[in-house]
Structures are given as C-alpha cells and as structure tokens.
C-alpha cells in the first residue's frame, strides 16, 4: 500500500513538472513572438522612414504639396527686416516640418519652422521663423550653418531630372538661394545668379527662442503661368557641420538636385 501511494505520488510529481514546463515552454514561445513582432514593428518604422532612392539621375518621389500663393499689392514696397509685418499673417502659411532622415540620418534639432509667403505678381516675399535652441554659425560654407534654403521653380519641372543635365534655357528659369542666420548667401542656378540677382533681398535675425529670416525674390519677366516649384528647407547646424534638414514636401531637401521633388504655388488671379 505504502509503495502504492508513493507510486501515485511520483506521477503527480511528474504530471505538474511536465505541465509547468509545457507553461514554461509556452512562455518563451509568446516571448519569442512578442520579440519577433517588436521586431518586425521597428523595421517597419525603419521603413516607413525611408524612401528608396533610384540609382543613377532618376529620383523616385514627386513633389505633391501645395499651396495657393497669396496675392498683396506693392510687395515692392515691403521694407526687408527680419521681422514679421502684419501682412504675413494674411498670407500663404505653411508648415516646414518633414524630417529628410534618408539623407540626414541624425535628424534635425529645430522644435519648429514655419513659412509665410505673399507675391504681388512681380516678387514673392518670404518670411521664416524657426524655433531652434541651438543657434550655431561656426562653419564658413552657408549649407553648414543654421540657414534657410529656398527653391523657385518657374518652368515647373516635373520631370525626373537632375540639375544641370538640362538646357540653359530651362536653367535660366530655375533658382537656389541658402540663407544662413549670420546674413551669408549663396546663389544657385541662372535664374538667380544673373539678370535677377541685383533685385533680391534678405534679412535676417536672431530672436529669444530661435531666428527669422526674410527675403524678397523676383518672379522671371516672362512667367506666364499659374504654377511654381517651390521648395523650402531648415538646415540644422550642430558643432559646426549640418546636422539634420527639415522640409515642406516630405523629400524637398533633394531639390537642390531634383526640382521634380519639390512642392507647388499656385497664383490665383
């Protein structure tokens, strides 16, 4: 009797070692699958984080923002300061707040950047203001400091092109400017940097929580149509080198290079 009982006792034993380890087992199965799922959700962020990039002068994305161009009488006349008249505030707002980590894997530090922008037909008048804690204008290339670069795209090129492959005519009707906080600029591309180049202004200035940054650009003598490539990004510098790029359209920082990625003013008569 008394083996009996010890016998029923060891298959208890056995019955409850063998259940906690199913339960054991269980465990580290559901822990594998939540791992793997976490796992998966990461890199599915990590993707959805990147745009892939086509190799060669071909660039994937195309510019899908837009904006409808408000108009003021006598954009002539405003007086370039960096500060922001009350006019702006009747304009064209926008917010410059896409990430580009495919290219600035670091990220931008800026808290925040917004644009205002009113044309009277012959210029647009851009005012920026960005929150930045961390103002830095060490490095003497303009792109490599805190600065605001802008692109007009007058024969609004859609086409995967690369600047420079196309004919100087087109060129003629394409600009660059990059405005750093200490007042440096640099001009890119014909349309900017001949016949119009003595017609721009800017100014800029440091504020309590950031800078601001002004600017009067020429619209092309021979604009006939309604649609501009626009493009505005936020360099971030940090140390003396460009740490991360805040744009409009959500690939805009590579429309240096492609003015197809670039966002779109729309002039309403």
């Known amino acids: 009797m008394k083996k009996l009982v010890i016998f029923f006792i060891l298959i208890f034993v056995a019955v409850n070692l063998y259940a906690c380890g199913g339960i054991t087992n269980n465990n580290v199965e559901d822990s594998t699958q939540i791992q793997d799922q976490t796992n998966d959700d990461e890199q599915k962020n990590d993707n959805e984080q990147e745009i892939d990039i086509v190799p060669g002068d071909e660039h994937p994305y195309i510019g899908t923002k837009s904006a409808d161009l408000s108009y003021i009488s006598k954009a002539t006349d405003i007086i370039i300061d960096g500060q922001k008249d009350a006019f702006y505030y009747d304009g064209t707002i926008i917010t410059i707040d896409e990430p580009n980590l495919n290219y600035f894997r670091k990220g931008p530090k800026v808290s925040s950047a917004i644009a205002y922008i009113v044309s009277d037909y012959d210029f647009i008048n851009i005012y920026i203001e960005v929150v ?44 660059y400017i990059n405005i750093a906080v200490d007042g440096t600029f640099e001009l890119y591309n014909a349309y900017l940097e001949t016949e119009y180049s003595d017609k721009i202004e800017t100014d800029t200035m440091e504020t309590d929580n950031g800078y601001s940054i002004e600017m009067k650009l020429p619209i092309i003598n021979n604009f006939t149509g309604n649609k501009i490539g626009f493009e505005p990004l936020i360099i971030d510098a940090y140390y003396g080198c460009r740490q991360g790029v805040y744009t409009w359209d959500i690939d805009g920082s590579e429309m240096w290079h492609y003015t197809h990625v670039a966002g779109t003013l729309i002039l309403k008569d």
């Open 132 to 175: 930045d804690s961390n103002i830095d204008y060490s490095n003497k290339t303009v792109w490599e400091k805190d600065s605001v670069g802008i692109l007009l795209d007058f024969n609004y090129y859609r086409e995967k092109e690369t600047f420079g492959s196309d004919t100087q005519e087109l060129m003629n009707n394409i600009g």
